[in-house]
């Protein structure tokens, strides 16, 4: 054995090759066997798509980089489940391309934020996090208010999300840019066609508390208001294993 | 192995290799590194045999002893819950007076209540409960809907202009915005609502008063009654104490009636289990004791 390294060592591509075959081991033994156990994933039939603008807040919340301090991940441990609510399941990250599960965890865990706070909570707290929480340390997003939303692209972010696999509509995504004014003017006659096209307990609403204009402030909300409430499939699943 | 030789120094071999005159041993990895190899290697088969571990295509080895993370923590839970039954169990059942009556419960109130409220209102109400602008507190006294268990319980579980179907509903117009009181009215009757609460006025609001007065009775006295002192069953406050959830300076209160105001409040009811409710309800009442 000794003899067989020490010559292993001193060819240089054997020896590249030898690592590159190690590794993928590690790759074959953990990552291959997720797609063919089918329960991996559990089963949602009724979970529904993000829309167009909370998909557009889903963006901001990347851009601004909140995963670097909130995790998406209720762990199995009993001081998160008592806290957040049933741990997390794989199924409800499956329209999430890529998953925002996080691992650092300096603020809250918002896997089930949805419906937690108020909208004008989550303003205020954005705006100045420090004005409704004293001791945070969370920096300020307060232009997320003064900035207009980009809604022009949506449809296409619409079909590129389509193309890993989120099962959007030809309608869904033509309607992107309206769907996403629509949610956030409930007045509006945009306001009808989005809870005929994502299910009718859809949030609409003006998020920012500014029903005439749609500001980044109303995407990055109605994003925190859906967490958690696409698929109550983990609220079953606890009940089902407490059995 | 061209030269390998023994260095007279140390007394061990050399790889054999020679650069620049710099030579280097072929000193053997030590033997408790070997050691500690060959254990983790050994607990590493025993854990496979044990645990979940390997991938057979379409299922996995499920382990000897058969457990699961989520089982595990399901468990937990239970027991847990199942430790604080003792009095969890009291406190569903019994009624609000006689927890308030029994200082063992109240105990237990107080110690959960903190960490219950904290994590779930203190966000918007603040953890010692006295709120903040927008946010009414909830240590003063002054209750929007009504101040008794029963009450607090009740708007904890549908929240306050929720999405719950139940939820309470208030909304302050917009009497300036919407066009029912042009400037000066608002200006007037913003003096007078400040006038009820024995707040220090300005010659120029003392002079609007009489104005005030009517516009009061001919558009407020429906939600905030005839002496201003709120209608609980509306959520209308009362503007005679000093306790105001959007400020009671001139331009606070102008704003309010010219704009309206719609607090929110989320319902609990699904979030938190009866018995925490109940519980948050009695602590709400115990954080009047905390501000004096």
Same mark, same amino acid.
């Given at each position: ?88 399941? *794989? @199924?409800?990250? $499956?329209?999430?391309? !890529? ?5 650092? =965890? /300096?603020?809250?865990?918002? %896997? ?18 420090? *004005? @409704?929480?004293? $001791?945070?340390?969370? !920096? ?5 208010? =003064? /900035?207009?939303?980009?809604? %022009? ?91 | ?72 923590v399901t468990q937990q839970v239970q027991e847990a819950a199942a430790e604080r039954a003792s009095w969890t169990s009291r406190i569903e059942q019994t009624s609000f007076a006689e927890i308030a009556a029994d200082p063992a419960l109240m105990r237990h109130v107080r110690d959960t ?180």
């Amino acid at each position: 054995m000794p003899n067989f390294h020490r010559k292993l060592e001193r060819s240089a591509i054997g020896f590249v090759l030898a690592i590159i075959g190690v590794s993928a081991i590690g790759g074959f033994v953990e990552i291959a066997p997720l797609f063919t156990i089918q329960e991996t994933v559990e089963k949602a039939p009724d979970m529904r798509v993000y829309t167009p603008l909370e998909t557009a807040g889903r963006n901001i919340y990347i851009r601004e980089g909140c995963y670097a301090c909130h995790s998406q991940m209720i762990r199995t441990l009993r001081d998160e489940v008592e806290r957040y609510g049933p741990y997390s399941l *794989a @199924v409800e990250s $499956q329209y999430d391309k !890529p998953m925002l599960w996080g691992s650092k =965890r /300096t603020g809250p865990d918002l %896997a089930r934020v949805g419906g937690k706070y108020s909208d004008q909570w989550h303003v205020a707290h954005l705006i100045n996090p420090r *004005a @409704v929480v004293p $001791q945070s340390v969370m !920096p300020k997003y307060g232009w997320l208010m =003064r /900035t207009e939303l980009n809604t %022009a692209d949506l449809g296409q972010h619409l079909a590129a999300q389509r193309k890993l696999g989120v099962p959007y509509t030809e309608t869904q995504i033509a309607n992107a840019s309206a769907d996403a004014y629509g949610q956030a003017s409930p007045d509006s006659p945009y306001a009808g066609g989005v809870g005929e096209r994502y299910g009718e307990a859809t949030n609409v609403r003006a998020f920012d508390g500014e029903p005439g204009r749609l500001t980044e402030m109303d995407a990055l909300v109605a994003y925190l208001q859906v967490l958690g409430k696409l698929t109550d499939a983990a609220h079953k699943q606890t009940a089902a294993t407490g059995k | 192995m061209d030269h390998a030789e023994r260095d007279p120094v140390t007394g061990r071999m050399t790889t054999g290799h020679e650069w620049n005159g710099i030579e280097e041993l072929d000193t053997p990895v030590p033997r408790v590194v070997l050691f500690f190899l060959a254990a983790a290697t050994l607990f590493a088969i025993g854990y496979w045999l044990l645990m979940p571990a390997w991938p057979l295509g379409w299922t996995y080895t499920k382990g000897l002893l058969g457990i699961d993370q989520r089982q595990v923590v399901t468990q937990q839970v239970q027991e847990a819950a199942a430790e604080r039954a003792s009095w969890t169990s009291r406190i569903e059942q019994t009624s609000f007076a006689e927890i308030a009556a029994d200082p063992a419960l109240m105990r237990h109130v107080r110690d959960t209540g903190r960490t219950l409220f904290a994590d779930n209102c203190g966000v918007c109400h603040g953890t010692d409960g006295k709120g903040g602008p927008g946010y009414p507190n909830l240590a003063s006294g002054a209750w929007l809907w009504g101040g008794d268990p029963e009450t607090i319980a009740q708007t904890i579980r549908v929240g306050i202009n929720s999405t719950s179907k139940d939820t309470r509903a208030a909304q302050m117009l917009a009497f300036g915005r919407d066009g029912v009181l042009d400037r000066a009215q608002v200006l007037a009757v913003t003096a007078y609502a400040r006038s009820l609460s024995g707040q220090t006025l300005l010659e120029a609001e003392q002079a609007r008063l009489p104005a005030g007065k009517e516009v009061f009775a001919a558009n407020c006295v429906a939600c905030h009654g005839t002496e201003g002192k709120g209608m609980r069953d509306l959520g209308a406050p009362d503007l005679t104490d000093t306790v105001w959830t959007y400020g009671g300076d001139a331009q606070s209160v102008y704003a309010s009636i010219h704009s309206g105001r719609q607090g929110h409040m989320p319902h609990w009811e699904g979030r938190l289990s009866a018995a925490e409710i109940k519980l948050l309800a009695l602590y709400v009442g115990t954080l009047k004791e905390g501000a004096r």
